[in-house]
């Protein structure tokens, strides 16, 4: 399977993932990204639990790209393109990712890099075409508030299923 680190049985699973399947069906016959952004989507679902995360096709690059919510209070949907870490990127590359991918529910003028290593570790890069203001003081607050009450949760969560196997 490529070089992205996915263990024999694990990979036969995520292989016969619906998803993995939808992936497939557009044709474009890359599954080393499909892999990859198979892997990107369970994060987001699974560990991150962003909402409403959904996979489309880019036909002019021939690749799959997500979008997803943080929350589903968060209006703000996000595009994620999952790319492998041995990918040459350059400026022209990066260009072209963020020409062509694009949705019609997402009005944010960045797209986030998914980068899948090798041992499914991925590290999301945020690029942005041009300049880009930084968020308002009271957004930044909103959302480390959010992300720590996230946290806060899912240490909860796993102390009472310790205790749950005691």
């Known amino acids: 399977?490529?070089?992205?680190?996915?263990?024999?049985?694990?990979?036969?699973?995520l292989l016969s993932h619906p998803?993995?399947?939808e992936m497939m069906s557009h044709g474009f016959n890359n599954s080393d990204q499909a892999l990859q952004a198979m892997l990107v989507y369970l994060d987001l679902c699974e560990a991150k639990q962003w909402?409403?995360?959904?996979?489309h096709p880019c036909s002019e690059l021939k690749m799959i790209f997500l979008t997803a919510q943080e929350s589903e209070r968060d209006g703000q949907a996000h595009l994620m393109l999952p790319i492998g870490n041995d990918a040459?990127?350059?400026i022209a590359q990066m260009k072209q990712y963020i020409d062509h991918i694009k949705h019609p529910s997402v009005e944010c003028p960045s797209l986030t890099l998914a980068i899948v290593a090798s041992d499914s570790t991925i590290l999301y890069y945020k690029i942005t075409d041009g300049l880009v203001p930084p968020d308002p003081p009271e957004q930044l607050q909103a959302k480390k508030t959010l992300r720590g009450k996230r946290k806060a949760a899912q240490r909860k969560a796993h102390k009472f299923i310790k205790m749950k196997k005691s």
């Open 1 to 13: 399977m490529g070089d992205v680190g996915v263990a024999a049985g694990e990979a036969n699973w």
């Open 19 to 21: 998803k993995y399947k």
């Open 51 to 55: 909402a409403k995360v959904s996979l």
């Open 88 to 90: 040459e990127l350059n």
